[in-house]
């Protein structure tokens, strides 16, 4: 009599689930060999995904941060705006002119048009 295990029975010992087979890890790492292939796509995506979350929330804080520097720089055209309009006012003009010691006045009498005479 043949007392080699044959192929056959050692493959029907390795399909036979047994308690100590699944305290021991067997069949995890029975199933963990037949999954190989879908365990790295898995982890790949997974990997891909956390990547993906971290490159928007960096654009998200981007975005933030150009909208407040946004908001800061349309305040200072607005207040640059408001002090040039101030300064170019006719009266903060005049108080600028007579302060320098300089003898120009503001007109009494309206301005009025020279007209030249062209030959025909």
Do not use: C, F, H
């Not at 790949?44 to 490159?55: C, K």
């Not at 300064?87 to 003009?93: A, K, L, N, T």
Request: net charge negative; charged share 30%.
């Amino acid at each position: 009599m043949n007392t080699e295990p044959t192929q056959e029975n050692v493959q029907r010992q390795e399909s036979r689930i047994t308690w100590k087979g699944v305290l021991g890890g067997e069949l995890l790492v029975r199933l963990m060999r037949r999954q190989t292939g879908m365990i790295i796509l898995v982890v790949l995506l997974v990997i891909l995904y956390i990547d993906n979350r971290y490159s928007s929330q960096q654009e998200l804080i981007e975005i933030d941060k150009l909208k407040k520097e946004l908001t800061d720089i349309k305040y200072d055209a607005l207040t640059i705006s408001s002090e040039l309009t101030e300064r170019s006012r006719q009266s903060r003009i005049e108080e600028y002119i007579s302060s320098e010691g300089t003898p120009l006045e503001t007109a009494t009498t309206p301005p009025y048009l020279i007209k030249e005479e062209t030959e025909e």
